[in-house]
C-alpha cells in the first residue's frame, strides 16, 4: 500500500511537473522539514570567508572531490578510525583539500534547527555554491535530497580525481568516467579562477613544459624551487589575475600561457577546446551559465536517495 503511493505519488509528480522525477534531486526537498537550511548555510559561509576569504574556493573543491568519488555521497569527509580507512590520506586529498572544520561548523548549526534531516552530502553542495557565490561567481537552486554513505573508498579518490598531469585526452576519460563531456570540463576547470596551488602540483609544468609564458614561469619559479622536495607546500594563485574573485579570467590567463597547472594550459593547447575557452575568456555571461549547468550536473554523480544511505549525525562518522 505504502509503496504503491509511492510510486503513483512519484508518477504524479512527475506528470504534474515533468522535471521532476521520483528519487531525483530537488532544489525544495527541505522545504518544510527544514526551511531555514540556506540561511544556516549562507551565515556560517560568510563568517568562514570573512576570516579566511580562501575558504570559499577550498569548499568548491571539497564537493568536487567528494562528487568524483562513490558519487556527491558525503564520503570525502569521513575521518579514518580504527579500521575504518576513508578517502583523505588518498594522494589528491593528502595535505591538500581543505574545510573540514567549516562542514562541521555548518553541520552543528543546521542540527540546531533541523535535527536528523539534512545530509553531510547536501551541506558540501550547499556549502560550494556558497563559496563561488560569496567570491562574485553565480548563485543557482542546488538540486537536494543526497543522503550520506557508509562507506569511503581510498582506492577510488585515488584513481578516480583527475592529476594535474592529465593530458586533454586523460582529462575528457575522466570527466566521461563520470557522465560529464568535454564541455563540462572546460566550464567546470574555470572553478581555478579562484584558491591556491601547492608548488608540488605546478612544479614540472613551470620548468619542464614549452608552453608556458616565459615571464609567468619566471615569476612562478622564484617561489617553487626546482629541486623536488624543496619549497612543496609552497603557494601561487591558480588564477594570475584575480585570485579570490570568481570571474573569466582564468580563461584569459590560458590565451596568454599563464595557466598554472599542466591539465589547465591542456585545455587551451591546440586542441578541441581551444575554441571554448576563447569563447569563455570574452563571454563571462556563457561561462556562469555553463559553469552552473555542469556544477548541477556533477553535483547529480550517483547520489544516494530515499532510504538509501542515511543522514549522519556527525559528518565524519558514519552512525553507529
Ligand atoms: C580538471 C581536472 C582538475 C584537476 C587536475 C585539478 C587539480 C587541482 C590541483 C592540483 C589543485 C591544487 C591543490 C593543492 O596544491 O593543494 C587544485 C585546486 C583547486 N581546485 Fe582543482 N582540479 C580539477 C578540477 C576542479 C574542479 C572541477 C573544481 C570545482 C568545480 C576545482 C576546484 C578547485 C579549487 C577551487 C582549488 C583551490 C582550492 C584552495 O585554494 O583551497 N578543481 N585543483
Ligand atoms: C623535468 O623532466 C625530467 C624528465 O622527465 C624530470 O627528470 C625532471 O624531474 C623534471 N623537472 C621538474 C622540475 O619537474
Not at 39 to 50: G, I
Not at 107 to 121: I, L
Not at 215 to 244: E, I, K, M, Y
Request: proline share 4%.
Amino acid at each position: 500500500m505504502a509503496s504503491s503511493f509511492r510510486v503513483w505519488h512519484c508518477l504524479l509528480v512527475f506528470s504534474l511537473l515533468s522535471s521532476v522525477a521520483c528519487g531525483q534531486l530537488t532544489p525544495t526537498f527541505y522545504a518544510t522539514s527544514c526551511p531555514t537550511l540556506e540561511l544556516v548555510v549562507r551565515s556560517t559561509m560568510t563568517q568562514a570567508l570573512a576570516a579566511e576569504r580562501r575558504m570559499g574556493a577550498s569548499l568548491l573543491r571539497l564537493f568536487f572531490h567528494d562528487c568524483f568519488v562513490q558519487g556527491c555521497d558525503g564520503s570525502v569527509l569521513l575521518d579514518d578510525v580504527g579500521s575504518f580507512i576513508g578517502e583523505k590520506t588518498a594522494a589528491p586529498n593528502a595535505g591538500s583539500v581543505r574545510g573540514f572544520e567549516v562542514i562541521d561548523q555548518i553541520k552543528t548549526n543546521v542540527e540546531a534547527v533541523c535535527p536528523g534531516v539534512v545530509s553531510c552530502a547536501d551541506i558540501v553542495a550547499l556549502a560550494a555554491r556558497d563559496g563561488a557565490f560569496l567570491l562574485g561567481g553565480p548563485s543557482w537552486a542546488v538540486p537536494l535530497g543526497r543522503r550520506d554513505s557508509t562507506t569511503a573508498s581510498l582506492t577510488d579518490a585515488n584513481n578516480d580525481l583527475p592529476a594535474p598531469t592529465l593530458s586533454l585526452s586523460g582529462l575528457i576519460t575522466a570527466y566521461g568516467n563520470k557522465g560529464l563531456n568535454a564541455r563540462d570540463l572546460t566550464a567546470l576547470s574555470g572553478a581555478h579562477t579562484i584558491g591556491f596551488s601547492q608548488c608540488l602540483n605546478f612544479r614540472d609544468h613551470i620548468y619542464n613544459d614549452t608552453n608556458v609564458d616565459a615571464a609567468f614561469a619566471t615569476l612562478r619559479r622564484a617561489n617553487c624551487p626546482v629541486a623536488p622536495g624543496s619549497g612543496d607546500t609552497n603557494l601561487a594563485p591558480l588564477d594570475a589575475q584575480t585570485q579570490l574573485v570568481f570571474d573569466n579570467a582564468y580563461y584569459g590567463n590560458l590565451l596568454s600561457q599563464r595557466g598554472l597547472l599542466h591539465s589547465d594550459q591542456e585545455l587551451f593547447n591546440g586542441g578541441s577546446q581551444d575554441a571554448l575557452v576563447q569563447e569563455y575568456s570574452t563571454n563571462p555571461a556563457l561561462f556562469a551559465a555553463d559553469f552552473v549547468t555542469a556544477m548541477i550536473k556533477m553535483g547529480n554523480i550517483r547520489p544516494l536517495t530515499g532510504s538509501d544511505g542515511q543522514i549522519r549525525a556527525n559528518c565524519r562518522v558514519v552512525n553507529s
